[in-house]
Nanobody, 123 residues
Framework: VQLVESGGGLVQAGGSLRLSCAPSGGTFSTYAMGWFRQAPGKEREFVGTIIWSGGSTYYADSLKGRFTISRDNAKNTVYLQINSLKPEDTAVYYC?????????????????WGQGTQVTVSS
């Protein structure tokens, strides 16, 4: 089972994007889902995570306010809404799944990863 991200692209600073993540087969409805991002030359960093039911979310402190994670288990899809985009948000964005609980920011706790979707923000 693989995760597939979509929705990335080139956007001007101040704009918004909604990224989507869905499994290519199977379901992750009982997994907590996380979003990470990796900018050029930097380590992959935690963005946020959502509990399997969608009722709770947890974000990196530095990113609170502009990022919103949601999920629609009926559609088997998780979303990352990014508002007021800044050039420093330019990165490859990855979704990941874990069954080790939720609220986890450690990369190694996530067993399944997507290939990533590129987000480029122009100034």
């Amino acid at each position: 089972v693989q995760l597939v991200e979509s929705g990335g692209g080139l956007v001007q600073a101040g704009g918004s994007l909604r990224l989507s993540c869905a499994p290519s087969g199977g379901t992750f409805s009982t997994y907590a889902m996380g979003w990470f991002r990796q900018a050029p030359g930097k380590e992959r960093e935690f963005v946020g995570t959502i509990i399997w039911s969608g009722g709770s979310t947890y974000y990196a402190d530095s990113l609170k306010g502009r990022f919103t994670i949601s999920r629609d288990n009926a559609k088997n899809t998780v979303y990352l809404q990014i508002n007021s985009l800044k050039p420093e948000d330019t990165a490859v964005y990855y979704c990941a799944a874990t069954n080790r609980g939720w609220g986890i920011s450690r990369r190694d706790a996530y067993s399944y990863w997507g290939q990533g979707t590129q987000v480029t923000v122009s100034s």
